[in-house]
Every structure is written in structure tokens, then in C-alpha cells.
Nanobody
């Protein structure tokens, strides 16, 4: 079992930055692939970034590549999403999730946090 709690969301103007954190509890966290997903009102949930258990491999959706950075600290059981150069289209509820496999498909993720709102104004 893995329990996930996100924090760090908020409101920011376009061009600004936010850092999301996802604190995990549970013995399987270290072996889990961790992902950040987001969902805007009326839209499908979409992957944002994923990271392997070692942190050695990451993958981003095209629209955030070069602006967002996913990282993890297994000693702190925490995964981060640094978001820079934010755009209004980044506005969404952001979720962290844990999976056994390196996948961008949200249905492959077994555990989810409750989400944190990110709002970017123009």
C-alpha cells in the first residue's frame, strides 16, 4: 500500500514558478514508478511527467518538456514537480500517482493522491 499527499499548488501569473511535492508513505514507495498527472475542467486526465524508482529515467509530455522537472528523494519518500515558465494552459488539478511500471497510462497507476490545484493567470 502507498498513501500519497500532494502539496504546493496555488495561483501564479504566467511566467511564474511553482514546486509541487508528493509525500508518500508505505514500504513499496521506493520500488514504485512515480508520475504526475493533471486534469483541467471538462478534460481528460493527462500525464505530465514520470520518473523511475532510481530517478535515472524521466519522461515528459511534449508541452511541458524543458519547463517542468520531475525528481524524487527516496530518503524523504517524496517526489517533486518543479514547474517553471508556467502558462495559463497549465491550469489544472495536479495529481501524483504510483505504478509498478514505467507507463504514461493513468489506468496503470494503482495509487493516487487527492490532488492540488494549480491556477495560472495571464
Amino acid at each position: 500500500q502507498v498513501q500519497l499527499v500532494e502539496s504546493g499548488g496555488g495561483s501564479v501569473q504566467a511566467g511564474g514558478s511553482l514546486r509541487l511535492s508528493c509525500a508518500a508513505s508505505g514500504r513499496t514507495f521506493i520500488r514504485s514508478v512515480m508520475g504526475w498527472f493533471r486534469q483541467a475542467p471538462g478534460e481528460e486526465r493527462e500525464f505530465v511527467a514520470i520518473i523511475t524508482w532510481s530517478g535515472g529515467r524521466t519522461f515528459y509530455r511534449d508541452s511541458v518538456e524543458g519547463r517542468f522537472t520531475i525528481s524524487r528523494d527516496n530518503a524523504k519518500n517524496t517526489v517533486y514537480l518543479q514547474m517553471d515558465s508556467l502558462k495559463p494552459e497549465d491550469t489544472a488539478v495536479y495529481y501524483c500517482a504510483a505504478s509498478k511500471g514505467f507507463t504514461v497510462t493513468h489506468s496503470d497507476y494503482d495509487y493516487w493522491g487527492q490532488g492540488t490545484q494549480v491556477t495560472v493567470s495571464s
